[in-house]
């Protein structure tokens, strides 16, 4: 399974405990997907979203603080590029004071809500409905597509507050609020209650490390390697067309070596001559060789 799919299967499975708590996401759901409208002769409040979970848990929030208000839930098929299952919950509202409420006349009731304890479930909310998280194998990057700029500006307050720095941006008539740094990305989920998804981004996390580490350390390994043969190569055609008695006995016995022993590193010439010599002075003298060579 997907991260994306564990994370939102974890978030709708999440619960309340307490109705400040489940009235705080429902309005977070609502007001941050929800839209205005009338039909039948009533005041609706629309939502529409391609999770019928999501779809199931606000008609659940819906019973229980309207129990005696209508709803309709169509499910709608469309095409194209954005094709699939679309479901629609239309809320029919008796009283337009409700909406006043739920923050759409005025945002102090989320004011209100983001500075009591029931905070972060007024975002889990809003993430849930217009949340997305790529999946970490491939980047880290969480988005939230908010309505006005003036939640948007709200909610980046709000997270800069308790230490998730947050960056937004206007794209395509929206505002979203994102971040790509995995820590950041991490404490948001841990601060919506998502602990499963935190606990699997972390082993992600930890399993991209050590094999980002080990593909350097490879790399890095093959790459000195390839260098010590092409040297050793380089060097040995050049020794064979050097009469080795005519050399220096500093250099001859370098010489030698490295015909004895074609692959070896630096340091495992330097280590075999007598007495021992430093990677450099080995280096020296074998650059000497390829310049005796020339005269």
Request: with cysteine; hydrophobic share 40%; proline share 3%.
């Amino acid at each position: 399974m997907k991260f994306r799919e564990v994370l939102k299967s974890e978030l709708y499975s999440l619960v309340p405990l307490e109705i400040q708590q489940s009235w705080a996401e429902f309005v977070g759901i609502l007001r941050t997907g929800g839209c205005i409208g009338k039909k039948n002769g009533f005041m609706t409040l629309s939502l529409q979203h391609r999770d019928l979970a999501l779809i199931k848990k606000c008609v659940g929030f819906k019973k229980k603080f309207f129990p005696h208000t209508a709803h309709i839930i169509v499910e709608e098929r469309k095409k194209g590029l954005n094709a699939g299952i679309l479901y629609d919950l239309d809320i029919y509202l008796e009283e337009e004071t409700i909406f006043t409420e739920l923050g759409f006349g005025s945002i102090e009731p989320l004011l209100a809500i983001l500075q009591s304890a029931n905070d972060s479930f007024f975002v889990r909310g809003v993430f849930e409905v217009r949340g997305y998280v790529s999946e970490p194998q491939r980047g880290y990057h969480l988005d939230i597509t908010l309505p006005s700029e003036q939640l948007t500006q709200l909610l980046l307050s709000h997270l800069g507050e308790r230490g998730m720095s947050f960056k937004y941006r206007y794209f395509r008539e929206e505002f979203h609020l994102y971040s790509k740094n995995a820590s950041t990305i991490e404490t948001f989920l841990g601060y919506l209650g998502a602990i499963q998804s935190y606990l699997l981004l972390e082993k992600i996390r930890v399993e991209k490390a050590t094999v980002e580490s080990l593909t350097k350390w490879v790399n890095c390994a093959t790459s000195n390697l390839e260098r010590t043969v092409e040297s050793s190569l380089r060097q040995r055609q050049k020794l064979s067309r050097v009469n080795l008695e005519l050399l220096p006995p500093r250099l001859r016995q370098i010489a030698y070596l490295r015909l004895q022993y074609p692959y070896a590193s630096l340091r495992e010439l330097g280590e075999k001559c007598v007495p021992p010599l430093s990677k450099m002075n080995v280096f020296r003298r074998l650059k000497e060789l390829e310049n005796f060579e020339s005269k």
